[in-house]
């Protein structure tokens, strides 16, 4: 399954990459299209993963998960 990770900002959106690739991961950042307020500024994190080990790393690591969706 591919993992949209939604985590606002270019910066986390930068950490998480280089996080999460560090884990093994191959990781894309994104731009969410018509993002809500919620979104902060708008960037995600796409990944492939069969579990949502993904946002567990990311979360431990203190970067802020805003919305994951299962694409």
Known sequence: ???YIKVGSITNAQRGQRLLRSNGY???IKKVENPTQTDGCG???EV?????APVNI???NRIKVRGVEVL
């Open 26 to 28: 191959k990781p894309q």
């Open 48 to 52: 492939e993963s069969g579990d949502k």
């Open 58 to 60: 990311l979360e431990k």
């Open 43 to 45: 960037y995600a994190l």
């Open 1 to 3: 399954m591919i993992l």
